[in-house]
């Protein structure tokens, strides 16, 4: 009997000891501390790469003024010359506007232009030629005073629908600027007894660079006076 109760508080202090263990928390087991591997700086950030500055821009090139219509020449030459017989004199025998046409007209002309015009003068033959700007402007000034009702103009050409068509003739110069030739039909009077003379011609103008005239030829053929019939 004895031996029977030994064993049944064995079997309760074991069943004790099992129910114990089992309402005790494990230990927590602690992680060794982690090292903390250092962390690397940031490389130093390379700055980009200077830019070079932007190449210098070359200012643009001034533009070229047109270049002049010969037709337009021609007709300013055309009407200057017209115009040295449109003044008038006064009743005391004053001259009024004369030497503004004249000055107008030498406007057009380079001081060492060369001139070769149709002689003034009866008994000379050939034409005459004429060095600088002042003598231009002494052939110019007799114009004036010794004609009148002047009246150069172009020759038209017609040719199949073309009907009465100015025709110019030019072309540039090797040492800069333009040359224009073109068929005149030139009438004036003169002024001290009224004759009218006509005859056909040619006009051949060379504008310098600068638009001046560098030379010029006036041809006037076959000069004939115009009679009332």
């Known amino acids: 009997m004895r031996r029977l109760i030994v064993i049944v508080v064995s079997i309760l202090i074991i069943l004790l000891a099992l129910e114990f263990h089992a309402q005790t928390p494990p230990a927590q087991t602690q992680k060794p501390p982690q090292t903390q591997t250092p962390q690397t700086p940031p490389a130093a950030q390379t700055p980009p790469p200077a830019q070079a500055p932007p190449p210098a821009q070359t200012p643009p090139a001034a533009a070229k003024p047109p270049a002049p219509d010969p037709l337009q020449l021609a007709e300013d030459w055309l009407a200057r010359l017209n115009n040295l017989s449109n003044w008038t004199l006064t009743f005391e025998g004053k001259e009024v506007g004369r030497e503004d046409l004249v000055n107008k ?19 000379q ?7 600088g700007r002042g003598n231009v402007q ?17 020759r038209r050409q017609t ?19 333009v040359g224009i030739s073109f068929e005149i039909i030139a009438a004036w009077s003169r ?10 011609g040619s006009v051949f103008l060379q504008y310098n660079a600068d638009g001046k005239i560098d030379r010029l030829r006036l041809y006037v053929a076959e000069i004939s006076e115009v009679k009332a019939l």
């Open 191 to 200: 002024r001290e007894d009224r004759r009218k003379f006509t005859g056909p």
């Open 125 to 131: 033959i050939g034409p005459v030629i004429l060095r």
């Open 159 to 177: 040719k199949k629908q073309f009907e009465g068509t100015k025709m110019i003739y030019s072309t540039p110069l090797p040492w800069g600027g």
């Open 138 to 154: 002494k052939w110019v000034d007799k114009i004036s005073r010794t004609q009148v009702r002047l009246l150069y103009i172009q």
């Open 105 to 123: 007209m030498m406007e057009l002309y380079a001081p060492d232009v060369v001139a070769e015009v149709p002689p003034h003068d009866d008994e």
